[in-house]
């Protein structure tokens, strides 16, 4: 799958929307990518789990695992494709750390696997909590990278897709200071429907590897 191919089954999904969004990172933003509104179909979730781990078929990966929520459909897509384990990180006092009984031991082959990559601050928290068991992580990838390919989360990584698409510190946003709300994803409270985004030009599909 190239660059048009994957924004093609967010566009098709309404999964990539225009509007004034506060990301996970706490950065604002004029698009959102909605993955769980891709991943809510199963055979686009294989698919997209089904690339991803083509790039790491022959590299001995044991356990596949992703940062609670946002990875855990797409991770589990891809452990399933390369025939591994599958475990999730979550945040316990705000440290990404294993719960539920998961654990890794000394030296085992892991990847890390994100939905969409920002500023790389889960992955980064994922990986330094299987250091911290010992696991040997040899690559992290995501859906998206929406850094432009700037995000360093120290060790190689792939994206399908990358975009360059503008953040703003809540700060310096030019739609707070126009006094516009900013949507948060998945938040309880009812807020106004962001409207899909129709018009993007992708990247050139040589530029998503990293």
Known sequence: MNNHEILERFRRTE???????????G?????????????????EAA????AIAEHY???GIETVAAPAIGGIIIGHE????L???FIFTEREAGVMTLRRGFTVREGERTFVVE??????????????ALNAFGACVIAAASIIDRSNNKADVGIPRIALATLDVPVFDPANCPACRRG?????????????RAKPYREINPQNDTNRRE
């Open 78 to 81: 891809v452990a399933r494709a």
């Open 47 to 50: 698919a997209l789990g089904q």
């Open 115 to 128: 939905d969409v990559i920002t500023t790389g601050g889960s992955t980064r928290e994922t990986i330094h």
């Open 27 to 43: 950065l604002h933003s004029t698009h959102y990518l909605q993955c769980a509104r891709v991943l809510q179909y199963p055979h």
């Open 180 to 192: 516009e709300a900013a949507i948060k994803p998945g938040s309880r409270v009812e807020k106004p």
């Open 57 to 59: 078929r022959d590299a």
């Open 83 to 85: 025939n591994a384990r």
């Open 15 to 25: 999964a990539l929307l225009e509007g004034h969004f506060q990301l996970t990172s």
